[in-house]
């Protein structure tokens, strides 16, 4: 079985402010993928990073991070000096092999974020 | 133009009613996807569609019924439905494979009264 906790609901920051999105996962596979997806207001989920579970390079986009750490089964997103723009729901997922070479996908519940201006 | 699209944007049923919901992808994918997603929880996978065959169905009740056509449109038709399936309705396409990313439609926001 597959599961993914953000655990933080919603989180409200100034602009500017540096913040963390914080992803912990658990799978029984040896080899899986993680996500970060952000869903604007308009609805659809922008697809941001994946990572495999065999490379643990943190990762670095511009304002956005990333900090996989398979021990502590954690996939955390961080952005800097946020802005205003980056408020979103922002998921988390896992993906696991599904039917034939088919995959899917299991989704955190989302973190809202809030950047005020 | 994006590459997911779906429609109509916004729906609003009676539970007698039958409708669908349609998806197009321009992406050249071969993997198709249905998911909900309801105030409050996850989302969630319904249906999958590999090379327009039926490769996986979450415990979706039958009021709900897919359809794929071809690898570049999807369906969900829709009868007697309740109004706990109020929710968004997220179309997405893929290459096969566990590695490759989703990419979705902007949605369909459906109401049931």
């Known amino acids: 079985a597959q599961k993914v906790t953000q655990a933080q609901t919603e989180i409200s920051v100034v602009e500017k402010e540096d913040v963390t999105l914080d992803c912990v996962y658990e799978?029984?596979?040896?080899?899986?993928?993680l996500f970060w997806y952000k869903q604007p207001p308009s609805g659809e989920l922008v697809f941001l990073i994946r990572?495999?579970?065999?490379?643990?390079q943190n990762e670095i986009s511009g304002r956005y991070s990333w900090n996989f750490q398979k021990s502590t089964s954690s996939f955390n997103f961080t952005i800097t000096a946020s802005q205003v723009v980056d408020s979103a729901v922002y998921f988390c997922?896992?993906?696991?092999?599904?039917?034939?070479?088919?995959?899917?996908?299991?989704f955190g519940k989302g973190t809202l974020l809030t950047v005020n201006p | 133009e994006t590459g997911v699209t779906q429609t109509p944007r916004h729906l609003v049923m009676g539970m007698t009613n039958k409708k669908s919901l349609k998806c197009e992808q321009h992406?050249?994918?071969?993997?198709m996807y249905w998911y909900k997603q309801s105030a409050k929880k996850p989302l969630e996978l319904m249906f999958v569609?590999?090379?327009?065959?039926?490769?996986e169905n979450n415990s979706v009740p039958s009021r709900f019924s897919p359809e794929c056509p071809n690898s570049s449109h999807l369906f969900l038709h829709l009868h007697t439905l309740q109004p706990e399936d109020s929710a968004l309705y997220l179309c997405?396409?893929?290459?096969?494979?566990?590695?490759?990313?989703?990419?979705f439609g902007q949605g369909t926001r459906l109401t049931v009264v």
């Open positions: 992406l050249g994918h071969n993997a």
């Open positions: 990572r495999n579970s065999f490379d643990e």
């Open positions: 997405a396409s893929s290459q096969d494979g566990n590695s490759n990313e989703a990419f």
């Open positions: 569609y590999s090379l327009e065959e039926r490769v």
């Open positions: 997922a896992l993906s696991e092999q599904g039917g034939g070479s088919n995959y899917k996908l299991t």
């Open positions: 799978t029984r596979d040896t080899t899986y993928y």
